[in-house]
T-cell receptor, first 112, second 115 residues
Framework: AQSVTQLGSHVSVSEGALVLLRCNYS??????LFWYVQYPNQGLQLLLK??????LVKGINGFEAEFKKSETSFHLTKPSAHMSDAAEYFC??????????FGKGTMLLVSP | ETGVTQTPRHLVMGMTNKKSLKCEQH?????MYWYKQSAKKPLELMFV???????ENNSVPSRFSPECPNSSHLFLHLHTLQPEDSALYLC??????????????FGPGTRLLVL
């Protein structure tokens, strides 16, 4: 069965600093990987997804993620944090079907 | 309306009440999902429907009863709930379930409080 581990339930950065949110997956077959963002009182919104094309995936709002098979990782990065990036971020994996297995989420806090 | 809508956005109910959550998608999708989001826990998939047929039930207690009358509408009927059922209930849709990599589009959720 596939699973997702997100390291750190909370990550704090200063505005303008690099954002790095970590995600490691476990899957017996090449996975499909997703990052979703959830703003307060809202549902989840897709940031980006990996579907076995380019290993470096660019998403919305300046975020990108790199699929590293050797490290079973799919970390999310953004070069310069903005106050509006403060939200909860979820990594998810699917294997052959659309059913997703989510990580526990990482809350990103951005300070001025 | 666009995307995935859910009503009501907030619901408070007693343990003996019966209520229903409604989800509607305006995306022309064929698959719909119910998720439960509790504090400190990963999103839990509850039910999956594909072309109105239930394809997955993740051992959800019978006090939760889903209904999918057509590909655009999904309901979650609630009865005799417990306080631990208090959570955010999210609905999602995707074009289909048969192919991996499909993006799921989420509604804003219904915040449920069971007293």
């Amino acid at each position: 069965a596939q699973s997702v581990t997100q390291l750190g339930s909370h990550v704090s950065v200063s505005e303008g600093a690099l954002v790095l949110l970590r995600c490691n997956y476990s899957s017996s077959v090449p996975p499909y990987l997703f990052w979703y963002v959830q703003y307060p009182n809202q549902g989840l919104q897709l940031l980006l997804k990996y579907t076995s094309a380019a290993t470096l995936v660019k998403g919305i709002n300046g975020f990108e993620a790199e699929f590293k098979k050797s490290e079973t990782s799919f970390h999310l990065t953004k070069p310069s944090a903005h106050m509006s990036d403060a939200a909860e971020y979820f990594c998810a994996v699917s294997k052959g079907y659309s059913t997703l297995t989510f990580g526990k989420g990482t809350m990103l806090l951005v300070s001025p | 309306e666009t995307g995935v809508t859910q009503t009501p956005r907030h619901l408070v109910m007693g343990m003996t009440n019966k209520k229903s959550l409604k989800c509607e998608q305006h995306l022309g999708h064929n698959a719909m999902y119910w998720y439960k989001q509790s504090a400190k826990k990963p999103l839990e998939l509850m039910f999956v429907y594909n072309f109105k047929e239930q394809t997955e039930n993740n051992s959800v207690p019978s006090r939760f009863s889903p209904e999918c009358p057509n590909s655009s509408h999904l309901f979650l009927h609630l009865h005799t709930l417990q306080p631990e059922d208090s959570a955010l209930y999210l609905c999602a849709s995707s074009l289909r379930t048969a192919t991996g990599g499909e993006t799921q589009y989420f509604g804003p959720g219904t915040r449920l409080l069971v007293l």
